[in-house]
């Protein structure tokens, strides 16, 4: 699929555990991504309980410059304000390019829609304030799993 539409969202705040990357690093030995959503899946694992679900997102922030920076990558979820707890991230509110993944295993389709985005016809557009992807019910199967990815942007540029 791919880029689908833009979509303004409000500020948001972020709970998780985080590190800090490159894409550089992540091509090499030197990667972190994968050995970070093994900490998340034994930190914390999910509940079946449908009241409680939340989506997991990952969370790329603290961008140095832009793709070729550093940045600090989280994994966790949304939280809203009345919540307790640590490691807050905040994301201002933001217009957000929206990218849908093909179907498939997850690992390589999250790579091939950020290799997408980042050949993106209008990449200059990306304001590197935040950027993350939802792992919902689309995601739960990993050998047959879609997943989405909001790409901070600024149509105004």
């Known amino acids: 699929m791919s880029f689908s539409h833009f979509e303004k969202q409000k500020a948001k705040l972020f709970s998780g555990i985080s590190t800090v990357t490159s894409n550089r690093d992540e091509v090499s030995e030197k990667g972190k991504i994968p050995s970070m959503w093994s900490l998340y899946r034994e930190k914390f694992p999910h509940t079946e309980r449908q009241d409680i679900r939340r989506d997991t997102i990952a969370l790329y922030s603290d961008y140095e410059t832009d793709e ?25 509110a933001s217009e957000y390019a929206v990218f ?13 829609t950020w290799q997408e985005i980042w050949t993106w016809d209008e990449k200059n ?18 050998e047959n799993a879609q997943v989405v990815i909001y790409v901070a942007v600024d149509r105004k540029k």
């Open 68 to 92: 070729h920076g550093t940045y600090t990558f989280s994994i966790g979820t949304f939280v809203d304000q009345l919540e307790k707890t640590a490691n807050l991230i905040s994301l201002p």
């Open 100 to 112: 849908v993944s093909k179907r498939g295993r997850i690992a390589e389709v999250v790579f091939e």
């Open 125 to 142: 557009l990306r304001t590197y304030t935040g950027d993350f992807e939802v792992y919902d019910e689309q995601a739960e199967n990993p």
